[in-house]
């Protein structure tokens, strides 16, 4: 707002079934999907230095690796509450 683009023609489709649309581009839906597209976009290699690159990417798969080495209250309910 602040630089005036201009943001496009307003959406009105159902976008929750936009997966036949060949103009249609999906946002990351979990950390992981996002690392990866932070790493493949050429604009992150333009901006940071590659230390950074690959000091971030090394971080936030840690992070990732962590977060799903965590056995969740869902899980156990859903999981471990059925025998």
Same mark, same amino acid.
């Given at each position: +707002? $602040? @630089? #005036? !683009?201009?943001? #496009?023609?307003?959406? @009105?489709? +159902? =976008? ?7 103009? &249609?581009? /999906?946002?990351? /839906?979990? !950390?992981? *999907? &996002?690392?990866? $597209? %932070? @790493?493949?976009?050429? !604009? =992150?290699?333009?901006? %940071?230095?590659?230390? %950074? ?11 990732? *690796? ?15 509450? /059925? %025998?």
């Amino acid at each position: +707002m $602040a @630089e #005036g !683009l201009d943001p #496009g023609d307003p959406v @009105e489709d +159902m =976008t929750y079934d936009w997966s036949a649309r060949e103009d &249609a581009v /999906r946002l990351p /839906r979990n !950390l992981l *999907e &996002a690392i990866d $597209a %932070f @790493e493949a976009d050429p !604009l =992150t290699h333009t901006v %940071f230095p590659p230390q %950074f690159v690959s000091a971030y990417v090394e971080m936030k798969n840690a992070e990732w *690796e962590q977060y799903h080495s965590q056995v969740s209250e869902w899980e156990r309910e859903h999981y471990l509450s /059925r %025998f």
